[in-house]
């Protein structure tokens, strides 16, 4: 694979990180109709006025997403066979982003958009990372780590959508109690403080198990579970809020860089040589 389509890719994801940053920033702000419901354009201008932080950071958040729509095109110019599937999901959260603006901010839509951002910025680390497929060059035990990943970082987006974050006060029971009786709210909240601690356990497990030197990634979520203690613990502020979602998809960025196989190991580079296999990498 060209340098030049990796180094690209990895800009790529890079930006993809951020659009997924900002998209938190605007959530946790209020300012999703920072540009009013006009889209593609903000506030019916290419160029808007900037004159209030609402529509600042909305435009910031879809201007990114412009630059990253540019250097996905380039990508999918330079090996259109392992950067369709990005520009598939690029199309999808577009689209996703539009509905989303134009529908008044739904959560559930609020959370599809998250969720695709997430599937982007990890197809973004995959082509950057060279694996070929199939198969898709997973290390053992890590399809449910990236599973129980996905879906912890999406509950904590449904928390937040749904005004659920201050149903659980204390840490690191719910109100004190391991079964909430603070009605669905609480449930949720606490539904996805479990699966953080899934989370954590499970990845533990499974650096001890693969003996790699991947202790930063359990790191990343042991910051991440610090900083939602401390968030929830001094009453939810805004730079806390802004931290936790930051840190939230990096862990999601480090599980799938720790997760996948690169084209430079064993087993993935069987798949493309010419002289047959070697014995496979399942660690």
């Known amino acids: ?43 019916g201008h290419l160029f808007p006025s900037l004159n209030d932080i609402p529509t600042v950071i909305e435009w910031s958040h879809r201007l990114v997403a412009a630059v990253l729509s540019i250097l996905v095109i380039a990508l999918v110019v330079l090996d259109w066979r392992r950067a369709w599937p990005v520009l598939a999901l690029l199309i999808v959260q577009v ?51 990236l599973a129980l990943t996905f879906i912890t970082v999406l509950f904590g987006a449904l928390t937040a959508n749904l005004g659920a974050m201050a149903s659980c006060g204390g840490f690191p029971l719910c109100n004190g109690q391991i079964i909430p009786s603070a009605g669905p709210l609480a449930w949720v909240h606490w539904t996805h403080r479990l699966l953080a601690y899934s989370l954590a356990g499970y990845l533990t497990w499974w650096v001890v198990r693969t003996g790699r030197q991947l202790w930063w990634v359990l790191a990343i979520v042991a910051l991440q579970i610090t900083i939602a203690a401390t968030m929830v613990l001094d009453g939810f502020p805004t730079g806390l809020e802004i931290a936790h979602a930051a840190v939230g998809a990096g862990v999601w960025a480090a599980v799938v860089i720790a997760a996948v196989r690169p084209a430079t190991s064993p087993a993935a580079a069987a798949a493309v040589s010419p002289e047959g296999p070697t014995l496979p990498d399942t660690r």
């Open 95 to 145: 689209l996703l982003g539009a509905v989303t603006v134009k529908t008044g901010l739904t959560p559930i839509l609020v959370i599809l958009h998250l969720a695709t951002a997430m599937l982007l910025l990890a197809a973004l680390i995959v082509s950057a990372r060279g694996v070929p497929g199939p198969p898709p060059g997973l290390r053992r035990g890590s399809a449910a780590l």
């Open 1 to 43: 694979m060209p340098r030049r389509f990796a180094t690209l890719a990895w800009i790529a994801a890079a930006c993809a990180y951020l659009l997924i940053v900002l998209g938190a920033v605007v959530r946790i702000t209020a300012s999703g109709m920072g540009c009013g419901d006009h889209w593609p354009l903000c506030n």
